[in-house]
């Protein structure tokens, strides 16, 4: 792979933040099964959950090189669930940044981009992939004073779909 100098400058960027902010707290993360939603915010500020989204909505233009250096700086923490809980949004994000309005990218990519919430991507049609279609994901609904609690198959709510603050539906 011929790399530019500036992949190899993002490289040394994104190693700095999985050395500081990832690999002395993975083990206790995983074992949890759950990382500080404050992450998203600190990879926010770093740049790195911008790559490859327009600069008027929070992102940064990349090429696919810096995703693919990223990928392996942060495959050297060891953990592939953290880095496809960090990375969701790059399901659910950009289907809004190609086709939702301008409205629509102005209110929902830049709170996205910026860590403030989590994005996913829900498949509301019979047939999807049996990873997705055979998921469940419980969820709390509060009406008047007592809360309703259900359980919905992937069919409504899916990748990222529990801690997400919005979803890109089809």
Known sequence: MNLLPEHELWRETVRRFVAKEVIPHVTAWDEA?????????????????????????????????YRIVSAEEFAQAGSGGLSASLFSHTIGAPPIAAVGSDELKARVLPSILAGEK???????????????????????????????????????WTRSGRPASSAARR
């Open 33 to 65: 099964g759950e990382f500080p939603r404050e992450l998203y915010r600190r990879a926010a500020a770093a740049g790195i959950l911008g790559m490859g989204f327009a600069e008027e909505y929070g992102g940064t233009p990349a090429d696919f090189f």
């Open 118 to 156: 989590i994005s996913a991507l829900a498949i509301t049609e019979p047939g999807t992939t049996p990873a997705i279609w055979h998921t469940r994901q419980s969820r709390t609904r509060k009406l008047s004073r007592r809360p309703r609690t259900g359980h919905s198959t992937a069919n409504r």
